[in-house]
C-alpha cells in the first residue's frame, strides 16, 4: 500500500471539509470531482498521481455498477491481488475494466473484482 505524505493527507481533509462547509446543511452529498477541484494543487510525482487517479475511476466506475462500500486497493483489487490473499473469483464473474486517461488506445485498462465477487 502507499504510504500517504502528511502534508497531502492534510491538504486533502482540508478540501474535503471546505467543500462540505460550502455546501447546504440538506444536500450533505459528498463529491469527490468537487473536492478534488477545492484541494490545493500540490506537486506529485507522475506515479503518485496516476494512482490517486486510479483509485478514484475505481471507485466512480464501480459506484456506478451498483456495488457498495467501494475502497480502492482494499476490497478492490485485480484477480491477482485477491489470488495474493487467498481468495479466489466466483465462476461467471466479470471484471470492470478500469482504464486511466494516460493509457493508450490499444490498452484496455485493469480488470478489477469487488470483494462480493469473490471467495
Not at 29 to 34: D, G, L, P, R
Request: aromatic share 6%.
Amino acid at each position: 500500500m502507499t504510504k500517504i505524505d502528511p502534508k497531502m493527507l492534510a491538504a486533502i481533509v482540508a478540501a474535503v471539509v471546505q467543500t462540505l462547509d460550502k455546501q447546504p446543511a440538506k444536500a450533505a452529498k459528498f463529491s469527490v470531482k468537487a473536492a478534488v477541484k477545492a484541494a490545493p494543487k500540490t506537486k506529485l510525482d507522475k506515479k503518485a498521481e496516476r494512482k490517486l487517479q486510479l483509485e478514484l475511476l475505481t471507485k466512480e466506475a464501480f459506484e456506478k455498477a451498483g456495488f457498495a462500500n467501494v475502497v480502492p486497493r482494499v476490497n478492490v483489487l485485480t484477480a491477482g491481488g485477491w489470488a495474493a490473499q487467498g481468495k479466489t473469483v466466483l465462476n461467471g464473474q466479470q471484471p470492470l475494466w478500469v482504464k486511466g486517461p494516460w493509457m493508450s488506445a490499444k490498452q484496455m485498462g485493469y480488470p478489477m473484482f469487488h470483494i462480493s465477487q469473490v471467495a
